[in-house]
């Protein structure tokens, strides 16, 4: 089994060569945790049940990425493009979006609805 450090590298390499290597690998669940990916193009990216918890995706191009089962727990998605993305029973427990955990927001929306 590969080290995190050689999924990072992989991914790094580009978007082709990740989802080849997905394709080759469907056994294995990608580790990512705290990966700084600032920016980064992961347009139509296979993350699907990768391991992203604490992971800075700031910014970055995750449209149309599978993140089905991803584990974003306490991820850093601050103006990440998530259009088309595929989230079906993604961990989003304490997401970040603009400086506030997913679980931050959803309550400051319940208590100021019924105002």
Known sequence: MLSSHNHIDILK???RNWNKWRKEN?????????????????????L?????A?????????????????NLQQANLQQANLNGADLQEANLNWLRFDGHSAMQQYRWEEEHQHG
Not at 33 to 44: F, H, I, N
Not at 54 to 69: C, F, I, K, Q, S
């Open 54 to 70: 604490g992971a800075d995706l700031e910014r970055a191009n995750l449209a149309g990425a599978d993140l089905e089962r991803a």
């Open 26 to 46: 469907r056994n294995v669940r990608p580790d990512l945790r705290g990966v700084e990916l600032r920016r980064a193009d992961l347009q139509k990216a296979n």
């Open 13 to 15: 390499s580009g978007v």
């Open 48 to 52: 699907e049940r990768a391991n992203l």
